[in-house]
């Protein structure tokens, strides 16, 4: 197999030498020089879609540049001295919206549970820098392990919003086209849901779309045709995040921060550790949710069979005052051919959060360096172009910020028991449609377990005392006048506006801070309440957080970080 | 919920409030002032620098001072202060509904309401600042607080974006404080802030000013490690190959001042797009009969003893108002301008009333030398004022007596001497 796909390389690439050296399963190494970083990801994803290609390694440098990458060995000498830190059933390593689902999805059981994450708080990761968006299934492969589990985590949202009190809407997605030409486009789209098991898709005429969306008229938009999606729904990725943790935490994981896996022990080709930079977590566990770093912790256990290519998508927030242009996620469909982007991954477009903040974007651009959230002038011009609402300009963003997709060359998820390293179970490569598919993810993976240790004769027991209910925080701003007063009466604190774009009290502040996962940064407090996430994004209120952070921490205010370790906000006392 | 009636509810306790509410109880009339911080002052007491109350009381003062004078004023006087509140909504039929840990809710039906909430300064992401998002990246009213008022630096080596007056006064404090300040760089092709700002705390220390310059990309994952500076053409956009890096820690920002409106736009408030506050009128009332608007929230003012002046004027006009002497369905007459004219307030006036003393604030589109303020009315020239130089930052006034039916035009005719 190796040999063929060399050929085809070199057909395809003439001119670069690249060696591929294929293993049992069909996963390809490849190794070579390539001219760009661009052609590295080319070479890969081509490789990858060639017929019984099951996933592609790559070994392969860039001429001229170092890929940058994370120092384990260091890490591995700081965590060898400490000794053990923690004795676990199960160690999920990343607590991005995925790891967190799955802590909450195993602490139903008798197992003990600890999840670690090398950030200050859940969902610093992919997680904080999506558009939210639980997809339907119409633009996703059929036949996929993405196609199958985003349809199956999509209708979980509604049971999941109710036990864990996040914001969920059901806005719908309704796609139309203008031109005749791309008619065809969109039935393919249709068959496309209708294959993969969308919950009902509807193929729509003209009137039935303006019906659905009157506000198009007002656009001036003449829809000739339209696919009504009633299964795409939004969420604030973080929030469910932390949701499912505070849950989980309920429930009795541990949860650990800044802490960095580094090393994956096993006996006899199974689990029985995981060394970090905090000491060793003795487990029979490990559950590898580490997003753009996946593929450094699968090769910790031994078990090379994925590379992660991150793909940076940059997201522009408009300032609230500014709405929407359409009460449903509306676009105008147009044709895969004519459009020109990433072929791998169409970006998004203009979205809402359940907030009612526009958000534009994602881009799709491929980066080397996994943790390159930078944000240029090129693709914010880029996004920008997406943008249709006549009402909103560039003036009206009040945040720009990017993420990198954990994507691999196969461009699908990658779920699964380890067949080098027992127990090792990889809940990988998690990009778009992830936020959807995550509860679904979350049950795969459960299975999994559940499969495993019946066959080596271990018996995990449902807890009886399990709860799935994680209540919804006060929210001061929405409450009416009567509630609000009645909650002053009773706590003073939710009578003091700490946060005042987003209406936030101290009182918010002060449940988060005494939660179970404590959200430690000025970040994770933005996270958990909002404070600092409106127009003025913390310019006021970032200071008095400061202050509250210091006082119920016991922390010095030179302590107080904006996103952990190194990012102190206050360098020292003044003169 | 606690219920309260009052003649006049003024909300923010900031130079414009709390000049507003003292005039508005000189003549007689039962006020509250309500204030979300525990202190009144607003952001002057974060401005321990001298400069303020030349114009109003003839010395030269720190802001916490300027504040002092009016919050002794204002201890002595009946006026219900209501501290630590804030105000969440107001209804068009003026009912005010405001929070406070000590009171609960509190619900005021106002006979007149005047908004004098301030400013907030521009951010990171309305800028569109490029390259990643570390600490260390703060807006100049930040980097006073921390350093003014909770006693605390937030870098050592700082690199400050905008020219504007907070800027300004920050880059001397800093360097006070023993901060390295590596430079000011303006986008714009002349300075932001008052001149007497650039020449005491830049050129007094020696800090080096760059007009025509920005800071095209932020560098550092967790906290700044430094900024990329380029030079800007004509059409202010970046000239290849004049990158320069600077290595810092702390990147102010000085960019600008936005009124906050929040409330006023709930409330149904008419908004002017480019002073970016409520279309007024003479007496600063807003298109709500009944409610009026001061200070930095109308419109942002380079001095605090204009702010403390609009204040009085809403506060007489909200008095006029509630004796019934203003119309409660109005016609208004445009205020024109034209020439060297960036806006004007009040953007409208009152038909049909008798002769009146109004005072315009405006401010000019660029630097000019030796120009003229006009006022006019038709072929009449109503005013007459000598500028022997005027540039953006600077507010200007003219006082005006305008007779019914008179529809006033500012004008300052190019000199031919601009200084761009």
């Known amino acids: 197999m190796g040999e063929k796909i060399q050929q085809f390389l070199k057909q395809k690439f003439p001119e670069i030498s690249i060696t591929a050296v294929a293993d049992a399963r069909n996963i390809v190494t490849l190794s070579g020089e390539c001219e760009s970083w661009q052609q590295l990801v080319d070479v890969g994803h081509a490789v990858a879609k060639l017929e019984n290609v099951k996933n592609v390694v790559s070994d392969m440098t860039v001429r001229g540049m170092e890929i ?48 670690i994450d090398m950030a200050e708080d859940v969902a610093t990761g992919a997680s904080k820098a999506n ?91 003449k829809p000739v045709m339209g696919l009504w999606l009633p299964s795409q729904g939004r969420v604030h990725t973080y929030e469910v995040a932390v949701a499912l943790i505070e849950n989980a935490a309920m429930n009795g994981v541990q949860v650990i921060f800044q802490c960095n896996a580094c090393g994956v022990y096993t006996e006899e080709g199974a689990v029985t550790g995981l060394l970090t930079d905090q000491g060793v977590i003795r487990t029979k566990y490990i559950i590898n949710a580490a997003g753009v770093y996946a593929d450094d912790i699968s090769a910790m256990a031994g078990d090379r069979c994925f590379t992660i290519h991150p793909r940076r998508g940059t997201l522009a927030i408009i300032d609230k005052s500014k709405k929407p242009m359409f009460d449903h996620l509306t676009g105008r469909f147009i044709s895969a051919a004519k459009q020109k982007r ?114 080596e004769g271990m018996e995990i027991e449902r807890r009886a005392d399990f709860n799935p209910i994680r209540k919804r925080p006060v929210r001061f701003a929405e409450l009416s006048h009567e509630e609000q007063d009645a909650l002053i009466q009773e706590r003073p604190e939710y009578g003091r506006i700490i946060c005042r774009c987003e209406t936030i009290t101290e009182g918010e502040i002060l449940d988060a801070i005494h939660s179970l996962v404590v959200p430690a940064s000025i970040d994770a407090i933005k996270r958990r309440t909002r404070a600092g996430m409106g127009r003025c994004q913390g310019g006021f209120c970032q200071a008095k957080v400061l202050e509250i952070l210091a006082r119920e921490l016991g922390i010095k205010h030179t302590e107080v970080t904006l996103h952990g370790k190194g990012s102190n906000i206050l360098t020292e006392e003044n003169r | 919920m606690k219920e309260l009636t009052i003649d006049v509810a003024v909300i923010g306790g900031g130079p414009a409030g709390m000049a507003a509410a003292l005039e508005a109880e000189r003549l007689g009339v039962k006020v509250a002032l309500l204030e979300r911080n525990f202190e009144l002052g607003g952001i002057l007491q974060q401005c321990i620098h001298d400069g303020f109350g030349l114009q109003r009381f003839g010395v030269s003062m720190a802001g916490s001072s300027y504040a002092q004078k009016f919050i002794n004023e204002i201890e002595k006087a009946e006026m219900q202060v209501f501290l630590d509140t804030m105000v969440l909504e107001i209804t068009e039929e003026k009912t005010i509904y405001a929070c406070s840990s000590q009171e609960g809710m509190i619900r005021l039906q106002c006979g007149a309401i005047i908004l004098a909430m301030g400013c907030r300064e521009r951010t990171a992401g309305q800028i569109l600042l490029y390259g990643h998002r570390p600490q260390g990246v703060m807006t100049a009213g930040s980097v006073q607080r921390y350093i003014n008022m909770e006693g605390y630096l937030p870098g050592k080596k700082a690199v400050i974006l905008g020219s504007g007056d907070i800027g300004l006064i920050m880059a001397r404090r800093m360097v006070l404080e023993g901060i390295e300040v590596k430079g000011v760089y303006e986008v714009m092709s002349s300075p932001g802030g008052l001149t007497r700002n650039i020449v005491q705390c830049l050129e007094d220390f020696e800090i080096p000013l760059y007009l025509s310059h920005t800071v095209t990309r932020i560098r550092g994952k967790h906290h700044l490690e430094g900024v990329t500076v380029m030079k800007l053409d004509g059409e202010r956009k970046p000239i290849p190959g004049t990158e320069k890096e600077i290595d810092c820690d702390l990147l102010v920002l000085a960019v600008g001042l ?163």
């Open chain 2, 258 to 420: 936005i009124p906050e409106n929040e409330l006023s736009v709930q409330a149904g408030v008419e908004m002017d797009e480019r002073t970016r506050g409520p279309l007024l009128d003479e007496d600063y009332m807003t298109s709500i009969p009944g409610i009026f608007a001061a200070g930095n929230v109308s419109l942002v003012f380079d001095l605090v003893d204009y702010v403390s002046q609009s204040g009085e004027i809403a506060a007489q006009g909200a008095v006029k108002y509630l004796q019934g002497k203003i119309d409660s369905n109005p016609e208004y007459e445009k205020v024109q301008y034209e020439g060297n004219v960036q806006f004007v307030v009040p953007q409208r006036i009152r038909k049909g009333e008798k002769e009146k003393e109004v005072v315009f604030f405006l401010r000019v589109k660029h630097p000019a030398r030796r120009a003229e303020l006009i006022c006019t009315e038709k072929e009449q020239i109503l005013v007459k004022k000598k500028l022997p130089t005027a540039a953006p930052p600077e507010m200007l006034s003219c006082q005006v007596k305008i007779s019914p039916g008179q529809s006033p035009k500012v004008q300052i005719p190019e000199t031919g001497n601009s200084e761009e």
């Open chain 1, 342 to 455: 990433n072929p791998e991954s169409k970006g998004g477009g203009m979205e809402f959060t359940p907030s009612q903040n526009i958000l534009i974007g994602p881009s799709a651009v491929e980066r080397p360096d996994k943790e390159d959230v930078e944000t240029t002038a090129e693709e914010l011009e880029f996004i920008m172009k997406i943008n249709e609402n006549p009402e909103v300009s560039e003036r009206d963003i009040i945040r720009i910020f990017a993420g990198t997709r954990p994507a691999d060359f196969s461009e699908d998820f990658v779920i699964g028991m380890s067949p080098i390293a027992r127990r090792f179970i990889n809940a990988a490569a998690i990009q778009s449609p992830g936020v959807g598919s995550t509860p679904a993810i979350a049950e795969m993976v459960e299975q999994i377990v559940l499969e495993n240790a019946k066959q």
């Open chain 1, 68 to 115: 940058p990458g994370r120092d384990y060995e260091a890490l591995a000498r700081e965590g060898e001295k400490k000794g053990v830190l923690a004795e676990a059933d199960v160690v999920i390593v990343g607590l991005g919206i995925v790891g967190c689902a799955i802590a909450r999805e195993l602490s139903k059981y008798d197992l003990k549970i600890v999840a």
């Open chain 1, 131 to 221: 558009n939210g968006g639980i997809h339907h299934a119409g633009g996703v492969k059929p036949g996929t392990l993405k196609a199958k589990l985003s349809v199956r985590g999509n209708r979980m949202y509604d049971q999941w919003a109710e036990e864990l009190g996040f914001d969920f809407i059901r806005c719908g997605d309704l796609l139309y086209v203008e031109d005749e030409e791309d008619i065809d486009g969109l039935c393919e789209e249709f068959k496309i849901a209708l294959k993969n098991g969308d919950y009902r898709p509807q193929l729509i005429n003209g009137e039935q779309a303006l019906e659905i969306e009157p506000k198009l008229a007002d656009y001036g938009r």
